[in-house]
């Protein structure tokens, strides 16, 4: 997640960023030959969330909660149905100024939601530019991983 404890006007373009880099990485421990292959599927959504402690004495967790990230499970599990490796709603593509390549999949309906929502899949890196901004906000998360 981004957004917290920091404000990240490109939260969306960071967290393609972060799943294209997984999917790299796992490209590359596929190509060596001394352990099995494996997969992911990383669903991307983009809106507004709860995050924080949440549970009892016995046990507390520091976790992300809300539709927002119920829809980003739910388009994580659609990617074994499209053997896609990257799903995102069509909230995150509005935000990610059209610096990453993807392709539409449709309209699809999502378990629990009423509505129904376009979903893409993110392909790879189009153009990045010269938002000095958001190459401040990419090294920082280079930086972090």
């Not at 991307?44 to 980003?72: H, P, R």
């Not at 009423?114 to 000095?132: A, H, R, T, Y």
Request: proline share 1%; net charge negative.
């Amino acid at each position: 997640y981004w957004g917290f404890p920091r404000h990240e006007s490109s939260h969306a373009i960071l967290a393609v960023c972060a799943a294209l880099s997984m999917k790299q990485a796992v490209e590359q421990w596929n190509q060596r030959d001394d352990h099995p292959s494996i997969s992911i599927g990383i669903g991307i959504n983009t809106g507004e969330a709860m995050i924080g402690n949440v549970g009892s004495e016995e046990f507390m967790d520091f976790t992300v909660i809300g539709d927002a990230v119920n829809t980003a499970a739910r388009l994580e599990e659609l990617t074994k149905q499209y053997g896609a490796t990257i799903l995102i709603s069509e909230t995150t593509r509005e935000q990610l100024d059209g610096r990453f390549a993807m392709e539409s999949l449709g309209v699809v309906s999502i378990r629990g939601q009423e509505k129904m929502i376009e979903v893409f899949e993110v392909l790879g890196f189009q153009d990045m530019g010269d938002n000095q901004e958001l190459s401040t906000a990419i090294d920082h998360f280079v930086q972090t991983i």
